[in-house]
Each structure stands twice: as C-alpha cells, then as structure tokens.
C-alpha cells in the first residue's frame, strides 16, 4: 500500500476512508492487502491512496476518486467482494468506511 501523500487533482472528487483494527496475525492478509491495492489502482476513476497501520493493528486506508460511480464499481468488483469477505470472516476485529466528497484541499509547508 502507499505510504505516501497521494497525488490529487483539484476538488470536488471522493474519498472512501476504510478504519479497520486487525482481529490478529494472518499469512494471507498482506498478500491480499498489496493485490486490492494493485487491482484498486487499475480501476477507473481511481486517482490514489494512503494507508498507515499501528502496532497494535488499528489502521487507516483513504483512497480516492474521481465520482461515486468509480466508488460504485470498486465495491461491486468481484475480486474485491471476495476479499471483503475474507476480512469480515478472517481479519478484522472491527471496520468502519466512510465515503465523503472532498470540497476542498491543501497542504503544506
């Protein structure tokens, strides 16, 4: 997953944030993670990502797009169907997903 600020375009466009806590350790949990990260990327509408997980397996992926009908589709994408439900079975305690549309945007320094 991206470990970096993400490269968006000027607003309006949509973010998915997905807060997850880890159940525990699992072989195939990065695996899958690094695949929908790849699949998510070749998806239209996709325009980036940023992810962070703590020690204790609380973690964070905010990924962007261009309209909710890019949203639509990475939901409804079978690979990624099948790896949700690994994770409701297998690898989270607990998860939230927010979807908002960003109206505006900075950084800095």
Do not use: C
Request: proline share 5%.
């Amino acid at each position: 997953m991206n470990t970096r600020f993400a490269k968006t375009p000027e607003p309006p466009y949509y973010v998915v944030v997905f807060a997850s806590q880890r159940a525990g350790a699992d072989e195939d949990y990065d695996a899958t993670a690094a695949a929908m990260f790849r699949l998510a990327q070749d998806q239209p509408g996709f325009l980036g990502a940023e992810s962070a997980r703590d020690a204790s397996g609380f973690g964070i992926t905010v990924v962007y797009f261009a309209d909710e009908a890019a949203i639509k589709a990475w939901k409804e994408n079978a690979q990624h169907l099948a790896a949700q439900k690994l994770g409701r079975e297998r690898w989270y305690a607990r998860y939230t997903v927010k979807v908002a549309k960003v109206e505006r945007a900075y950084s800095g320094p």
